[in-house]
C-alpha cells in the first residue's frame, strides 16, 4: 500500500460524515440513547416531547453519537434532521436561527424528497392551520419553510414585514413568532412519524434561538426527540437558563456525559484505525496517555505521527519506534495544536482558504468563496469558481473540509478545524482582516446577493468597525442599520440590539445635524430594542441623547418621551410613566388635568357625549386616516397612557379616554378609535348611565375593530368589551368564549399584554358564573404556563389565586391546610400580593373573601372584606360588587352569632351597593341582591319576603347556570327553614344545595 493510500484511509477515520465507521467504546451511551428514542415510540401523542442532552469535550464523539439514530429513525419512516451553531458568531453578529433553520430545512428536503402522501398531508394540514400572511413571518424567520409553508407573493411579504417606521417595536413580533412556531411544531409533530431533531454545539447558540427553542420544546408531542449536544458550560451560560428549564418541567429529559474512553478502548480504537488485530500496546497506551482518552485526538495524533515519519507501514504491518516518539516532543498537547501543525504544511493557497472560511463560519457558500479568495490571495485567474474549487480540493483531499448538499459550498468537518484555521490569523490583523472581507463582499456582491448575504457581510464589518475609515462611516451606520431592522423583524432582539449598537458607534455628534434621520431611527431602534433585552443602561444613555437632539422636532420628541414612558413602566415605576407622557402630551397642547378630577369628567363627559352622539360605524368608518404624524403620535402616547392608568391611577382614564376620541373625531380615525370607544362604554356604565348604553358603545368598538382589520387592537377590544362592559348586560357564561378568542388575537397578533389579560379575564369569569370545577383547573393550568413562558408576572399570580381557590373548593390542598386561606402549594395570598399592585390586591383579596365565606369562615372573611374596605381608588366594577355581596353574608352570618348591630348595620350597607349596581347590571347581579334581601329579611323577621327572595335567588341562578351561587341560595334557604324548625324543607333544601355543590365540584 504506498503512503497516499495509507493517508487517505487514516483521513477517513478522522470524518465525521462517516456515519458507517464504528463508533467504539460508547455501547452504555449507545443503549441509554436509543431506548430514549424507543421510549418516545411508546409513550401517549398528547405527552411532551423527549429531550436528550449529550455532553463532553470536543472530540468526545458527541455528534457520532447522535447520529447512530439515524438510521434507526429512517428505518421508522421517520425524519432526522440536525442543525448546528457556529462558535465564531456566539455573543456577536449572527444570522439570527441559524442552527434551527438548517435543521428545518433538512426537514423540508426529506419531505421533499419523499413526495407524494407524505408531502400532500403535512402540506394540507399546514395550509389549514396558516394562511399566507402567517406563513410570510415563518418563512421570513426560517426562510427554509418556503417550501412547505404558503405564503403571499414578495412584494406582499415585503409589505407585511415592513414595520410602520412611525409604531414603536415590542416583543409582539416574538410572540406572534412563538404562537406561529407553536403551531407548526405541532402540526409536523401530529402525523405520529417520529422526528429526531438535533442540534449540534448548543454552547454557540444565540439567546433568541435558545428562546425559540423553548418554545418548541413545550410545543411539540411525541414521537418527536429533541437531541441537543454541547461541551460543558459555566452556570450563568444562557444555554443553562434552557437546561434548568428542563429540569423543571420534569420533562422526558434523558442526561448522557461523555467521559474520555478506558485504556483497553483507546487499544481497541487505535487497533480498528490501523487495521491491526494484534497490535503492540505501547503505541496505545501512549495515546491513551497524551489524549486522556479523546477519541478524535488520538485520531489526529495518528495522522501528525505518520506525517513526521514516526509511524510507518512496510506494507504488512505497521511500525514505529516508541522511543523515539517520546524523545522527539512532536506530540501537541491539544487537538487545535495539532490540525494547525498539519494545516502549516499544506500549500498557501490552500492555508488561505481555510482562514477566509473559518472567518466566514463552520459552513461557506460556494460564490462567496470564489470572489474572497481572489480578492484576498492574488492571483491571474479569471475564473473565480475555478480557483475557489482548486483551493478547497486540497482540504477536502486532506480531510478538512467537506463538500455540502447539492455541492453549493463546503463545511469544516469539526469545529477544531476551523479553531485552528481561524489561530492561522494573527490576533492583532483579525479585526482588519474580517473588514477587508466585509468590504470586499460590500463593494462586490450584487443586490440580490448582498440581500441573501447580508448578515454576513454586517458580521465581517462589525468585527472590524473600529478600523473603519471616515469615509464609509455613514454607508457602514446604514448596513447595521438594515441588519438590526432584518433581525428585529423576526423577533430577534439581542441580534437586533448588537447591529443598532454597531450603527451608533459609527456615529458623531455632527450627524444630528447632517444625518439626522439615521441618527434618530439607530438611536430608537437601539433604545427600543434594548428595552426588550433589559439593558436599561443603554436605554437611559440614548434616550437622553434622544431628547436633547429632538427637542426642535414636536414629531421625533414625542416619540422618544413615549420611549422613556415604557422604560420606566416596564421597571414598574408607574407614576414616573404618567408624570412623564402628561407634561410631554402638555408641551403639544393637549393638557389632561390632575386635580379637581371630578369636576374635569363630567365637564369633558359631556362634550364627548355631545361629539358621539349619532354616530353609528358607518359614519365614522367613512372618515379619512389619520396622516398628521405629530398627531399620530400623540394618539400613540395616549393609547399607551389608557392602558398603564386603567390599573396605577384609573381616575385619570376617562379623561385620556374623552382625549382620544376628541383627537381621533377632529382629525380622522386612527386605530386608537376601537379601543377608546371601548374605554368610553366601560367608563360611562361606571358613571352610571344605562346598561343599555354602554353596551351599544361596545358594539360600536366591535364594528369599528372588525372593519379596521387591525390585529394589534383586537385583543384589547374584546378584553374591553367581554370582559368589561358584557358582563354587566349578559350572562357571564357568554362572555367567556370570546374572551378565549381575544386571547389567541393577542399571541397571533403580538400584544401580549391584552392576551394575557383576556386568558385571566376568561378564568376569573368561568370561576363567577359557576362553571364546574373540573374544567376550571384545565383552563387555568394552561393560562399559567402561557403567562410563565410570557412572563406576565402580575396576571400569572392572581390566574395561580384562581387555582389555588379551585385546588381548596375540590378539597386537593392537602391534609391538615386550612380550605378557607387562599394557599397552598400553587399560590399563597401572603407572600403574593404586595401594597403596590392594587389590581392584584383587590382581586385576591376579593377572592379570598369568597372563599372564606363559602366554607363558612366569617371571622376570616370578614378581616378580609375590612382590607378591601382600606383600598383605594377602587372602580365600581363587576368584582366591586362581588365584594358588596359576600361582605353582606358575611355581616348576616356574624349578626346571628353575636346579635352586634355593627354587622347588621354593614349588611345593609352592602344591600344599597348591590342595589345601585343593579342599575347597570341587572341581568348579573339580580341573584346576588335577593339573596342578600333574603337574609336580611330573615335577620328583620319578615319571613314572608325572606322566603320570597330566597326563591327568587334560586330561580335566576339556577336560569343563569350559576352552580355555586344556586348551590349557596339552597343551602342558606335550608338552614332558615330549620331556623324556622321547618325540619322537612330544611333538609330537602339542602340535599338540592349538596347536589349542586357536587355538580359544581366542591368536596
Known amino acids: 500500500m504506498d503512503d497516499a493510500k495509507i493517508r487517505y484511509k487514516l483521513r477517513r477515520q478522522l470524518s465525521l460524515q462517516n456515519g458507517r465507521d464504528r463508533l467504539i467504546g460508547r455501547t452504555a451511551e449507545e443503549s441509554i440513547l436509543i431506548n430514549a428514542y424507543y421510549g418516545s415510540l411508546t409513550m401517549h401523542g398528547n405527552t411532551s416531547a423527549s429531550v436528550v442532552l449529550i455532553s463532553g469535550e470536543s472530540g468526545m464523539g458527541k455528534t457520532k453519537l447522535a447520529e447512530l439514530l439515524r438510521n434507526h429513525v429512517m428505518d421508522d419512516d421517520g ?15 449572527n444570522l439570527p436561527y441559524t442552527g434551527i433553520a438548517s435543521a428545518f430545512g433538512g426537514y423540508c428536503s426529506i419531505l421533499e424528497e419523499r413526495g407524494g402522501n407524505d408531502w400532500e398531508k403535512i402540506a394540507n394540514k399546514l395550509k389549514d392551520e396558516f394562511d399566507a400572511d402567517q406563513g410570510n413571518l415563518l418563512v421570513e424567520a426560517i426562510p427554509s419553510l418556503k417550501k412547505i409553508v404558503e405564503v403571499s407573493n414578495d412584494q406582499a411579504i415585503v409589505a407585511s414585514l415592513t414595520r410602520n417606521e412611525e409604531a414603536p417595536i415590542t416583543e409582539g413580533r416574538a410572540h406572534q413568532l412563538c404562537f406561529l412556531l407553536k403551531k407548526f411544531i405541532r402540526v409536523i409533530s401530529s402525523t405520529g412519524d417520529p422526528i429526531v431533531f438535533l442540534i449540534d454545539d ?7 434561538s435558545l428562546d425559540l427553542l423553548r418554545t418548541l420544546i413545550n410545543s411539540a408531542e411525541n414521537p418527536f426527540v429533541f437531541v441537543f449536544t454541547y461541551r460543558p458550560v459555566e452556570k450563568d451560560h444562557p444555554f443553562h ?62 495522522i501528525s505521527l505518520f506525517d513526521n515519519g514516526l509511524l510507518n507501514f512496510d506494507g504488512n504491518e505497521w511500525t514505529w519506534d516508541i522511543e523515539k ?17 498539519k494545516i502549516k504544511r499544506l500549500p498557501s493557497l490552500t492555508q488561505h482558504t481555510l482562514m477566509i472560511c473559518s472567518c466566514i463560519g463552520s459552513k461557506v457558500d460556494l460564490d462567496i468563496l470564489s470572489l474572497l479568495v481572489r480578492t484576498v490571495y492574488p492571483t491571474d485567474s479569471d475564473d473565480d469558481a475555478a480557483l475557489a474549487r482548486k483551493a478547497i480540493s486540497e482540504c477536502i483531499i486532506e480531510g478538512l473540509l467537506v463538500e455540502t448538499e447539492g455541492d453549493k459550498g463546503v463545511a469544516f468537518i469539526h469545529d477544531s478545524v476551523q479553531s485552528a484555521a481561524y489561530s492561522l490569523l494573527p490576533g492583532d490583523k483579525r479585526a482588519a482582516f474580517h473588514l477587508k472581507l466585509g468590504q470586499l463582499l460590500q463593494t462586490n456582491l450584487s443586490a440580490d446577493s448582498f440581500q441573501k448575504h447580508l448578515f454576513k457581510v454586517t458580521s465581517q464589518l462589525a468585527r472590524g468597525y473600529e478600523l473603519i475609515p471616515e469615509d464609509d462611516r455613514i454607508a457602514t451606520a446604514k448596513i447595521f442599520l438594515r441588519a438590526g ?38 438611536y430608537m431602534k437601539a433604545s427600543e430594542v434594548a428595552i426588550i433585552t433589559k439593558a436599561y443602561k443603554d436605554v437611559d444613555k440614548w434616550i437622553e441623547l434622544v431628547l436633547l437632539r429632538t427637542s426642535s422636532s414636536p414629531e421625533d420628541n414625542i416619540r422618544a418621551i413615549h420611549l422613556k414612558a415604557r422604560t420606566l413602566a416596564v421597571r414598574e415605576d408607574f407614576e414616573g410613566a404618567v408624570k412623564l407622557a402628561l407634561k410631554a402630551l402638555s408641551a403639544v397642547g393637549v393638557k389632561i388635568p ?7 369628567t363630567m365637564v369633558g363627559l359631556a362634550r364627548t357625549r355631545y361629539l358621539m352622539k349619532g354616530k353609528t360605524s358607518a359614519k365614522l368608518l367613512q372618515r379619512p386616516d389619520i396622516v398628521n404624524k405629530e398627531v399620530n403620535a400623540v394618539l400613540r402616547l395616549l393609547g399607551y397612557l389608557a392602558t398603564i392608568t386603567a390599573t396605577g391611577r384609573p381616575k385619570l382614564l376617562p379623561l385620556i379616554t374623552f382625549r382620544i376620541l376628541y383627537l381621533n373625531l377632529k382629525y380622522g380615525i386612527s386605530p386608537t378609535m376601537a379601543p377608546a370607544i371601548a374605554w368610553y362604554g366601560f367608563i360611562i356604565s361606571l358613571l352610571g ?39 354587566c348586560t349578559k350572562n357571564l357564561s357568554e362572555c367567556i368564549p370570546s374572551l378565549y378568542d381575544g386571547h389567541k388575537a393577542g399571541l397571533h397578533g403580538g400584544d401580549l399584554t391584552h392576551a394575557m389579560v383576556c386568558a385571566y379575564f376568561h378564568g376569573y369569569l368561568a370561576f363567577h358564573s359557576g362553571q364546574q370545577l373540573s374544567q376550571q383547573i384545565i383552563s387555568l393550568e394552561n393560562f399559567s404556563r402561557a403567562m410563565s413562558e410570557y412572563n406576565s408576572t402580575t396576571l400569572l399570580r392572581a390566574n395561580q389565586g384562581y387555582q389555588q381557590a379551585v385546588v381548596n373548593f375540590i378539597g386537593l390542598s392537602g391534609q391538615g391546610r386550612n380550605r378557607a386561606m387562599l394557599k397552598g402549594d400553587v399560590f399563597n395570598i401572603e407572600s403574593a400580593c404586595n401594597r403596590d399592585n392594587a389590581f392584584l390586591n383587590e382581586h385576591m383579596a376579593t377572592l379570598q373573601l369568597v372563599l372564606a365565606c363559602m366554607l363558612g369562615q366569617y371571622e376570616l372573611s370578614w378581616i378580609t372584606s375590612e382590607e378591601l374596605q382600606r383600598l383605594d381608588a377602587r372602580l365600581e366594577s363587576f368584582i366591586f360588587y362581588i365584594e358588596a355581596f359576600f361582605r353582606g353574608l358575611t355581616a348576616c352570618s356574624l349578626y346571628q352569632s353575636s346579635k352586634n348591630q355593627f354587622f347588621l348595620k354593614s349588611g345593609k350597607t352592602c344591600l344599597r351597593t348591590l342595589k345601585n349596581g343593579m342599575k347597570r347590571s341587572p341581568a348579573t347581579l339580580s341573584m346576588y341582591l335577593s339573596l342578600l334581601e333574603a337574609e336580611i329579611a330573615t335577620l328583620e323577621s319578615k319571613y314572608k319576603t325572606a322566603e320570597k327572595c330566597f326563591s327568587m335567588a334560586i330561580e335566576q341562578s339556577a336560569s343563569a347556570r350559576v352552580l355555586h351561587i344556586a348551590a ?23 340535599r338540592k344545595a349538596c347536589d349542586l355543590y357536587l355538580e359544581w365540584g366542591e368536596i
Not at 425524519?79 to 453578529?93: E, N, P, V
Not at 448548543?202 to 433568541?208: E, F, I, L, R
Not at 420534569?250 to 480504537?269: P, S
Not at 433581525?487 to 444625518?515: K, T
Open 79 to 93: 425524519f432526522f434532521i440536525r442543525g448546528k451553531f457556529d462558535q465564531l458568531t456566539y455573543g456577536s453578529a
Open 485 to 522: 431592522d432584518d433581525s428585529q423583524l423576526v423577533a430577534a432582539f439581542p441580534e437586533a440590539h448588537f447591529f443598532y449598537a454597531r450603527g451608533i458607534a459609527m456615529l458623531c455628534n455632527q450627524d444630528w445635524m447632517y444625518n439626522y434621520r439615521l441618527s434618530f431611527d439607530l
Open 689 to 727: 348611565f344605562p346598561p343599555s348604553e354602554s353596551t351599544k358603545f361596545g358594539d360600536l368598538a366591535l364594528s369599528i375593530q372588525e372593519s379596521l382589520e387591525c390585529d394589534e387592537t383586537r385583543a384589547q377590544v374584546l378584553f374591553l368589551c367581554y370582559g368589561s362592559i358584557f358582563p
Open 202 to 208: 448548543m454552547q454557540w447558540a444565540d439567546v433568541s
Open 241 to 302: 437558563r434552557l437546561i434548568d428549564f428542563l429540569n423543571e418541567r420534569a420533562l422526558n429529559l434523558t442526561n448522557i456525559r461523555l467521559q474520555g474512553l478506558r485504556q483497553d478502548v483507546v487499544y481497541e480504537l487505535v487497533a480498528h484505525i490501523l487495521d491491526e488485530h494484534r497490535l503492540n500496546r505501547s503505541l496505545s497506551d501512549f495515546l491513551c496517555r497524551v489524549a486522556n482518552g479523546n477519541a478524535l485526538f488520538v485520531r489526529q495524533q495518528l
Open 594 to 600: 390632575t386635580r379637581n378630577l371630578a369636576m374635569h
Open 325 to 341: 516518539i517520546e524523545e522527539t516532543g512532536t506530540l501537541l498537547e491539544d487537538i487545535v495544536g495539532v490540525v494547525l501543525d
Open 968 to 990: 349557596l341560595a339552597h343551602d342558606r334557604f335550608g338552614r332558615y327553614y330549620l331556623l324556622r324548625e321547618n325540619n322537612d324543607s330544611g333538609y330537602e333544601q339542602l
